[in-house]
Structure formats: structure tokens, C-alpha cells
């Protein structure tokens, strides 16, 4: 993959370290792998892991903006930019009140960078970056990107009113496109249809590793740790009530949970319409990447391409709860739009092979001197 991209992702990984002070260093910088924390992802406000943007200077800020920017296309920079800006609609929505145990619930400046390993040496290192619906996870040795899955980009409120007659919606193109899509399918939308009632959540959560009948996790499991109180009560409140209104049942879950033989519709039984729909969708999220690195994303997913399965849950209808499922034998995408008046959405991009550069990494270590 591109030597640039990961010459650059080093020269300002350098500056960032070079600019913390001890106190800093010790939040932000741990050894590489200590795969038990760099597999760690979340999506909610909770603590990701390294240093938060609010014990940062300005001049870190930028530098961690510039580390988020210099692995995503300009599009899918300004998509970030704007996920973590919605933190302020979203706290203003619930009339600043939420806190999730901490100072602001609703915070653009709890976004947390780590760096693990040395980005000076040949050895393989990574950069983590996450807050409240982003997560980002990047794997470098030498002068390739080994890795750049799990990536995950949400959206609460999902469509927020601008002035005038315009809305504000970061991820328009997954669910505009996956609404498309399932709508096109003619005779195959019964086999796509895998359940009538969509999940409260992503079927894979925030699991460092995907394994076979992972079910949708609840609410007030996919933080740090987990909530007690009045906040821990709230959060199971919310479960319960999403599922009740959703009528989700045991029978739902099992027809959603994730199972490596892919489920829904074959990609190859689609008309030529219905496969330029999906491959327009697809890249709405590979172009989240750089060119470089989405174009040999792009080569992965077409080899996976006679595998791939096309998988939908709930209504078609706007502002209804829905869900759908890409998969292959690497290729997982998942999205889910159900909470808050199925104004809330989530979407994770996975590799199954490769998330975390798992399986480059272990070849990495067969092939090299590491003693």
C-alpha cells in the first residue's frame, strides 16, 4: 500500500509524541501490540483509550486533526469533522443534561488519540483514534498501511435542520443508497429480507473479534465499563423501551445474529441496475479512504465479489427502523438506523480477515528477525 501514506501518518505520529509532556505521554503512548487495549473499540462517549483532545494544547489539536486526516479522503475528513461536531446538536437535543458520569456527556473534546509502539523504527506500529460515533484504527510497518479496519462512523441525530430548506446529514449516502438498493431488488427483496424488525444496534457491537452467532448487544454493554447508578439505570431503560417499540423477539435476534456463511440475497443473482446501486454504496464507504488505499480496498472487495450477500431488517419507509448487512468472506459492512425515531444511525466497515491487521501481522512476525 502507499508509502506516502504511511510516511506521512510517521512524520506527524513523531510531531504529536514530541509534543507531549510525561503526564501526556504516559496517556497517549503504550507498547505495541498490547493487543488487549489496541483491540479495544468503542463508539459510545466513554473512555477509548489514550488522550483526550481536552488535555491537549491547540497546536496537539491540529496535529491530531492532521494524524485523523492524513488516513481518510478529504470526504471522509469533513465526515468525521462533522460527526464529532454533532456532540453539540445532539447535548443541545437533550437539553444539556446528560453526563454519563462525567462533567459533559455531550463533549467534541472527549476524542481520544493512542499511539502504539515507535513510529520512528521499521517495526510495525498503530495510531487509534475515538470518541462518540468515530473509531478509527490504523496498522503501519515500514512503508505500508497493513490495516485500517475496524471503521466505524455514526451520526445521533442522524438529520438535524440547517437554515433555510436544507439538512444537515453526514451519512446520507449509506442509508440513501441502502434504502436504494433494497428497494430495487424486485423478486430478490424477499430473500434480502432476513428480518421484518431491525436490531436496537449492530449485530457485531464493538467486539475486538467477530465470531460466529454474535447477537446485538445491549445498550449498557458497549462502554469502557459498565454503568451503575442512576446512569446504569437509564441505560437499561433505553434498551428495554428501543426493544419494546422495535417488538423485537428472541426469533428476530437469531435471524439477525452474525454467521460467517453470509445471509440475504447474492450480489451476483442482482440485475446490472441493482449492482450499480451497490456499488455505489459500497463506495460510500471505501471512500472514506485515501485514493491509494480505497482503490486496494476496492481490488478486495471486488475479489470478494462472488461471495458477497446483500442483507436487509425492518421497513423500507424513511424515518422507520431498518438495518443491512454486506458480507463476503472479508468484506462486513454493517448499518443500523433504529434509535431515536430511527434518527440515529451506525455503520461499521470490517474486514474479517484482517481487522487490526491480524492476519499481516502474523505473516509480518513468521517472515522477520524480531528477537
Known sequence: MSQGIAATMRTIALALTRSFDADQRNSACRPFPDDAERRLWFFTPTDHGGLPLGAMSPTQHRLVHQLVASGLSRAGYNTVAAIIGLDNILDRLEHFKVDFDRERGRDPLMYFTTIFGDPAGEAPWSWRFGGHHVSLHYTVAGDRVLSMTPSFFGADPADSPLLGPH?????AAAEDLGRELFR???DHAAKALISDTAPVDIATGNRPIVSEGDRPMGLPEVWRHRFTGPT???LDNMQANAERLLALTEAHIDALAFSFEPKGVRVSQLGDGEQQILDALLNAYLERLPEELADAQRTLAQTDRPHLT??????AEKHEPHYYRIQGKRLLIEYDNTQRGANH???VWRDLENDFAGDVLAAHYAASDHR
Open 310 to 315: 446483500f442483507a436487509w431488517a425492518g421497513s
Open 345 to 347: 444511525i451506525h455503520t
Open 184 to 186: 430495487s431488488l424486485g
Open 167 to 171: 439538512l444537515h446529514r453526514p451519512l
Open 232 to 234: 446504569g439505570e437509564r
